[in-house]
């Protein structure tokens, strides 16, 4: 299985960044899919998740209102729109088949992708 991020890089207050996660290895319709992220010095911190049929989407109250998750399963991808973006949602973001809804954040549980940096900074 592999899961890989793109589309991280350096965005301005009030800006806007797309995150994909291209996945490999996994019959990728029957997973449900977050998208989780930590900043320097924290824990991980659950972000967003997406149900297999993109029937159920499901957000952080940090992100709420902000970011849209999505996915395109012909693709084997899926998505972060994040808008309005703010100096707190600097972190490194991961694509994950674990930690959906928050549940048993943490790296050995589930694929994780390597992460894709984002830096909100002027």
């Known amino acids: 299985v592999q899961l890989v991020e793109s589309g991280g890089g350096l965005v301005q207050p009030g800006g806007s960044l797309r995150l994909s996660c291209a996945a490999s290895?996994?019959?990728?319709?029957?997973?449900?899919m977050t998208w989780a992220r930590q900043a320097p010095g924290e824990g991980l911190e659950w972000v967003s998740s997406?149900?297999?049929?993109?029937?159920?989407?499901y957000y952080s109250d940090s992100v709420k209102g902000r970011f849209t998750i999505s996915r395109d399963n012909a693709k084997d991808t899926f998505y972060l729109q994040m808008n309005s973006v703010k100096s707190e949602d600097t972190a490194l973001y991961y694509c994950?088949?674990?930690?959906?809804?928050?549940?048993?954040?943490?790296?050995?549980?589930?694929?994780w992708g390597q992460g894709t940096q984002v830096t909100v900074s002027s």
């Open positions: 994950t088949t674990g930690c959906y809804l928050g549940s048993w954040c943490q790296l050995h549980n589930g694929f």
């Open positions: 290895g996994l019959m990728f319709s029957r997973n449900h």
């Open positions: 997406i149900d297999n049929d993109a029937t159920q989407t």
